[in-house]
């Protein structure tokens, strides 16, 4: 398992101080044991993906090509133009997108349910020809309405589009996004929010999509949320918090720990990172998170 940029570097002054000299079998057990966790292979408790966005500067031929080499497993958040090139390179996508109206607009405004309705049920007969497992679509802004008002609606115009997600085997999935730093005004932004969202459209084809970055700032508690909703959730993002950056020790979650918790409630679906990489190798960085969630 490769060191994170901050361990490596820590390493790295250790070694120029001259001080692993006076802690030989401490840095000796510790380097032996990360040399045996280097040849570990990825766990089968957690399949991975990761977020196109995020790589928008590498072709997808090589994000697919590279990040198999390292253990992913699927690309996050491309549409059907790109779905192809995808499984060409063994991979799947196991959040798609393709249709909608953006973040903003979305299900909770009437005034866009007929688009919505008409290019979703165009999509998912798509979808389920690449055996794409899920669909991505979001609430909108609230720009007033109130919360109640906002899941009444997201469910009327949601359940139009269930019968063809059910009858295609597709799952059409909302993502909880935070209101405070990234997407001022969203209204899925609260678990609660959304399970009772699941609740009213009483759907199994239905679930959420719970981005761990996003929740960790509106609300925290992750584990514990994890655990006692992980019956409606189809899908998970990572994202570093503060700032939306590595996974690793330079951010406040404990990732191996939230992993652990995600692959004890029996999850057999995807993790996917969504993370703005910092290291100048991003693909190094990818492949360090992959090491990070495996568990």
Not at 2 to 12: A, E, G, H, L, V
Not at 69 to 82: C, N, R, T
Not at 133 to 145: A, D, F, Q, T, Y
Request: charged share 25%; net charge negative.
């Amino acid at each position: 398992m490769k060191f994170s940029k901050t361990r490596r570097d820590t390493i790295k002054k250790i070694m120029a101080s001259g001080s692993v000299l006076s802690l030989p079998g401490l840095l000796h057990n510790r380097l032996e044991a990360a040399n045996t966790a280097m040849g570990m292979e990825l766990s089968e408790k957690i399949n991975h993906s990761a977020c196109k966005w995020c790589y928008n500067d590498i072709p997808l031929e090589e994000l697919c090509e590279k990040g198999k080499a390292f253990g992913l497993q699927s690309i996050d958040l491309v549409g059907p133009k790109e779905w192809p090139i995808v499984q060409e390179h063994g991979l799947t996508c196991a959040m798609g997108n393709g249709a909608g109206m953006g973040i903003a607009r979305g299900w909770n405004n009437p005034v866009f349910h007929e688009k919505l309705i008409q290019d979703f049920s165009n999509l998912i007969p798509v979808a389920a020809k690449y055996k794409i497992p899920n669909i991505i679509v979001m609430s909108g802004n609230r720009e007033g309405m109130d919360d109640e008002t906002g899941l009444k609606n997201c469910a009327e115009g949601l359940k139009k589009i269930m019968s063809e997600a059910e009858k295609y085997k597709v799952n059409i999935v909302m993502e909880l996004l935070n209101s405070k730093i990234d997407h001022k005004d969203y209204m899925c932004d609260h678990t609660v929010w959304g399970v009772e969202l699941c609740n009213m459209i009483g759907s199994e084809n239905f679930k959420l999509l719970y981005d761990i970055y996003h929740m960790q700032i509106m609300e925290g508690d992750v584990i514990r949320t994890i655990k006692e909703n992980h019956q409606y959730i189809a899908h998970y993002h990572t994202g570093g918090v503060p700032g939306r950056h590595e996974i690793d020790d330079t951010q406040e979650l404990y990732y191996p720990a939230i992993m652990k918790a995600i692959a004890e409630t029996g999850f057999t679906g995807y993790v996917a990172q969504e993370f703005i990489p910092t290291w100048d190798d991003k693909l190094e960085a990818l492949e360090d998170a992959l090491k990070i969630c495996t568990v």
